[in-house]
């Protein structure tokens, strides 16, 4: 019959009288008294998180175990429960009950160094801690996925290094004054500025500021005899029947004025009919390659102007040439330098902006990013040059007129 015992509590839980109970990770041990067995606690006791910190140490002459309650190769079931122990005194028959401390023994092999913690893993952000785990576990679209867009950020890395560098090379080269000063001129250029045509600003004459060269070359100058004999053989009763018909009125206003014979004719003429091919073109919505077959217009011009103001699109396969709204900014800039060669530097926007069927303000605009001095002419000159005092003028002069950029002041739309 088995001897009778009784269960005693520890009155006072110390840290002699905790008991250890140790788990191999590896196996079960089979010689215990082979083992020397150290214990080790954190020495800061002030901490609440470090103070019950333990460490325990397994030694024999063939290999070393360590535990620990705290890191991740500690048994999870110590942050869970509280283990006791009973301890049975077989003299006294009486059972006491201690704190247990579980621990699992881990090998350490030699020459094997443990990895040790990233300090900089807990500042990994959430899209990091995610990046890893598609690494771990994601699919082969995650992976790929996440490839791609590692190989775009290193991509725009470089390119902001490249930039940088590059910025501070022109910054050493040109001074960072005399950049600020072009990024001022920058600025108070006008949104018309890409669809302007080439202006040199340093030009002695007025007449050599927007070369006509630029506006015609020779070879399509002289291309443009035919069609230039022809406009200016029309009579004063063909004029007013374009006058009456809606015609364009800058074309009709040019012809009107013709010099009475000489090249000076001819040009004003050949002028005339490439104007009037602007302002047809200004219009449309698809440039075809029909485009001034009743006005027998020059292949070399057709060219030209589909080259120039047009902006190719794909449309079921096919491309078109489109005359987008920003063409038609362009369209009225070259016109405009256009009627300033015919018109001894002087041209008629009133005049112009009907005919383009674009908005006066806009037309304005234009004139003033190429520098242009706006007026009005006085009321006695006006009824010699056949004007209307309400007219505005467009003046080339030396040196051109800069304006000071216009805040956005237009109202904003109404959310429905």
């Known amino acids: 019959m088995d001897a009778k015992c009784s269960l005693v509590c520890c009155e006072e839980e110390r840290e002699a009288d905790q008991a250890v109970i140790v788990q191999f990770s590896n196996g079960t041990l089979q010689k215990t ?18 103070k019950s910190r333990r460490f325990l140490v397994a030694e024999s002459d063939r290999l070393s175990y360590v535990g620990n309650n705290f890191e991740t190769g500690s048994l999870k079931c110590n942050n869970l429960c509280r283990y006791y122990v009973g301890v049975l005194n077989k003299e006294t028959m009486k059972m006491e009950v201690h704190n247990a401390l579980l621990f699992n023994m881990q090998p350490v092999i030699p020459g094997e160094i443990a990895p040790e913690s990233d300090p900089s893993s807990n500042n990994q952000t959430y899209r990091d801690k995610v990046d890893s785990l598609i690494e771990a576990f994601g699919s082969n679209k995650q992976k790929r996925a996440l490839t791609s867009r590692r190989l775009n950020q290193v991509g725009s890395e470089t390119l902001q290094q490249a930039v940088a560098k590059a910025a501070q090379n022109v910054i050493d080269q040109k001074g960072l004054e005399a950049l600020q000063d072009e990024l001022s001129q920058t600025q108070a250029q006008s ?10 600003p340093d030009a002695t004459s007025p007449d050599q500021v927007y070369l006509f060269d630029d506006l015609l070359t020779p070879v399509e100058y002289s291309a443009l005899e035919a069609a230039g004999s022809k406009m200016a053989t029309l009579s004063q009763e063909e004029l007013q029947k374009m006058r009456d018909s809606g015609g364009n009125q800058c074309v009709v206003q040019q012809l009107t004025r013709l010099p009475s014979e000489g090249p000076a004719r001819d040009r004003q003429a050949r002028c005339a009919y490439y104007l009037s091919m602007l302002l047809k073109l200004v219009h449309l919505k698809m440039f075809t390659r029909r485009f001034g077959e009743e006005e027998e217009c020059p292949r070399i011009i057709q060219n030209k102007l589909m080259k120039s103001f047009t902006v190719e699109t794909f449309n079921k396969g096919r491309v078109q040439n489109m005359v987008s709204t920003s063409m038609h900014v362009k369209v009225a800039a070259y016109c405009l330098a256009l009627l300033l060669h015919m018109g001894h530097m002087t041209a008629d926007l009133t005049v112009l902006h009907r005919d383009l069927g674009i908005t006066e303000i806009k037309m304005q605009e234009v004139a003033k990013s190429m520098g242009l001095k706006l007026s009005r002419p006085a009321r006695g000159k006006a009824k010699e040059a056949g004007l209307e005092v309400e007219h505005r003028l467009a003046i080339l002069e030396l040196p051109l007129v800069k304006y000071e950029p216009l805040l956005d002041n237009r109202k904003r739309k109404k959310m429905r």
């Not at 008294?33 to 470090?50: G, M």
């Not at 949104?191 to 040199?200: I, M, N, Q, S």
């Open 191 to 200: 949104e018309f500025a890409p669809y302007l045509p080439p202006c040199h």
């Open 33 to 50: 008294d082979q083992l020397n067995f150290t214990f080790y606690k954190n020495v800061d006791e002030n901490h609440p998180r470090k």
